[in-house]
């Protein structure tokens, strides 16, 4: 067996494996809506800050039980 | 004056802002959002854009409907003991605090699990646990913090609705394969006669084959079905030239790799199907927050309250009312069928159905139409017909809103297919027959190569990739079309009709012009003050028209509903109101609306209110006159003809009093002296008009609230820009006619290799994807260069 077969079905496998991918994207809906997410993305950050926040002054609050 | 603008929503405030925490507030229903936020840890709402926020609505007892278990079932998506999904249409999500506060629900509410917004459909999706909240809470909390979800008929009608993803499976799959043909096609482009090669071209071959298949049979399915059905049907459209492109690319390839003549044109035959379909999905871009389809089902309630025996209320859906029902219609409701009403005085605002914006007073006895809504307190009304059969509902009936518009109309592609077609066909055969004699044995490889060739990909692309791009263009201009097929027709336009109230008039502003004794500057003054203590819609608008006046607080002010308001100040009255309120017996055209005033029960004059017209109507029209035929339709009486005479160039026909029939009677005598013509309107009443018309356009003050279906909506401010729109869409046509002349050059030039029997793969290869790009770097150049023009 010529090596290149191995790397033919190499090629092909990791292809497949992106195609794959892709339909798996497409079928769970992120293509349905492509503005949101960009938007969602930015509060993360936001979110996470203030999160912890809300978290850290729990844990105080905890604390100052304690 | 102060000019505070609200914290919370960006109106300017009254005279006394609500001030709180050092914000200021236009009314409390602000305040209280902000109250809401503020204590729940949401205030971030108002870092991510400032004045984000709406003010949120009474909707005491608007909901009850969301108790009755059948129409939950409708509406919910996925309903589990203790797990329910639902979609709301929220028209108010408008920038990313939206989303933000929307996506952050479960902080106000811990029932809610999660909650996601599509933006540009105005959906929210939200998980939440039925047994501690149900969904008219939900929908209540929703519309406590300004974000009320629109729940309508049409809601009910369709239930669950599934999502079509056919073409980014296709185009995926197609992409995938040319991707993957390139790759395993190219050592065989330029190495002929290599060892290497020639031990393995065989598998290279038949992976290749193996990457078509997919892409033959399930991306092109949609041109090879079509190019079927136009065959069956007789008429050859564009799909017939591709799908015989794509069949004989595809097996003449088959055969050449069975054979082993060739390595086949696998790459070309992937990518053909790729550029085509980038072209089908940059056409099928949409507006989806708009709406093209809505009729009446969007406007109406789901259910309204029926009173029953022993006066006890019970929810009943609309389509169950019967004849006979009592209903009670609360404020702001849609009154849902004709009826008379029994009890309490009706304010009807008619603008869903006419456009006209102000208020029609109705009292116990009188007949009051499906479509209108109850603007000042309950009534109580007595059903006459069923929904159906309502004077407004009935038009539904007609075929026009059955008949699928996009049927009958030839595009322009399909129009040169037909030619380019037959001129195929014809150079195939006649090659194929003279190659017969030169040398039989490429006289088949001749005639496939032709039909390769000539497989009209950037006749194809030229048009999609010109309409895609000027809808793109039209929707940055206010202008939404419904597809792009709309612009075609726009630029065929020989007729342009228009509705009156609404579309050539605005719908909030009006002016009044005074009739009568002047009035000295006391009267003026106390005028002025009486009219500022009323709500009333005409005393609002009086106010804001009369010129500035100290304020003083009257003596005495007495408000008469349905009549007028008296007003008293140092032992002077005055009197404003209704002709027999003021005591004004001589009434003189009463077809414009007018508010009567008496100084000291002595008859002064009269404000006569008229509809102001839209910026720019007159100049609009006279450019229009030089193209087009023009025609006004009107569904109101003959008030405003010396106006509009006057307005308009000369000679421009104007019929009053037609009803939403007569409107499209109208339209399709028109059509029948073979005019296309465009219909513009903006109320339900216009919607028959707008389904017969060949390019219906809706005028709107505000594109997310609703208007009828039609094939275009174009924001009220940009309506003086009519013309201009109509004047790109010509362009646009010329745009693709120069394509048309550029991919028949690459044909020719295809055709040359073709036809000497000399056409190898790497030529289509090159051939096809250079045409096909530079067909759509050309389009979308010149379009955007037209779309500069625009203002």
Known sequence: MSVIYVLLS???????????????????????????PSVRMLFEDELVTESSKTQESKKIEQTKMN | MNKEKCFHCGDDCDIVPIVFKDKHFCCNGCKTVFEIFESNDLSYYYDLQSAAGATPNEVEGKYNFLDTPEILDKLIEFNEKKHQIVNLYIPHIHCSSCIWVLENLNKLQKAVSSSQVDFPKKMVRIAYNPEKLTLKQLVVLLAKIGYEPYISLDDYDKGKKS???GLIYKLGVAGFAFGNVMFLSFPEYFEVQEFWLDQYK?????????FSLPVVFYSAQDYLISAYKSIASKILNIDVPIALGVLVLFVRSTLEIVFDWGTGFFDSLTGLIFFLLLGKFFQQKTYSFLSFERDYKSYFPIAVTRIIAGGKEETVQVYDIKQGDRLLIRNEELIPVDGIVLKGKARIDYSFVTGESEAVEKVSGDKILAGGKQLQGAIEMEALKSVSQSYL?????NSVFSIDKTSKFQTITDKISQRFTIAVLTIAFV??????????????????????????????????????????????????????QTIEQLAQLTTAIFDKTGTLTTAQKSTATYEGLTLNKEEESLLKNTLRASNHPLSRTLYSLLAEQDILTLDEYEEHLGKGIVGVLDHNNIKVGSASFVGNASIINQENTAVYVS????????????NEYREGVSKLFSEMQTTMDLGILSGDNEGEKERLEALLPKNTPLYFNQKPEDKLGFIQSLQHQGKKVLMVG???????????????????????????????????????????????????????????????????VGLYFATTGQLMPVIAAILMPLSSISIVLFTTIATNLVGKKLV
């Open chain 2, 682 to 748: 903006d109320g339900l009443n216009d919607a028959g008009a707008l389904a017969q018309s060949d390019v219906g356009i809706a005028i709107s003050e505000n594109v997310n609230v609703f208007s009828p279906a039609c094939d275009g909506i174009l924001d009220a401010s940009k309506f003086k820009q009519l013309h201009q729109y109509i004047k790109a869409s010509k362009s646009a046509m010329k745009i693709i006619k120069l394509s048309f002349g550029f991919s028949l050059l690459y044909n020719l």
């Open chain 2, 393 to 397: 509902t009935q038009l539904w009936g």
């Open chain 2, 202 to 210: 065989n598998i290279f071959r038949w992976l290749m084959f193996a």
């Open chain 2, 599 to 610: 100084s000291n029960d002595t008859y002064k004059g009269r404000f006569v209110f008229s």
């Open chain 1, 10 to 36: 190499i090629s092909i496998i990791v292809a497949l494996f992106f195609f794959v991918a892709f339909i798996v994207s497409v079928r769970s809906g992120q293509y349905d809506d492509s503005y949101t």
């Open chain 2, 163 to 165: 999502v079509d993803r």
């Open chain 2, 431 to 484: 090659s194929t027959f003279i190659w017969m004699f030169v040398d039989s044995s490429k006289a088949m490889n001749v005639f496939t190569a032709v039909l390769i060739i000539a497989c009209p990909c950037a006749i194809a692309l030229a048009a999609p990739f010109t309409l895609g791009n000027m809808l793109r263009i039209f929707g940055r201009k206010k202008f939404y079309l419904k597809n792009t």
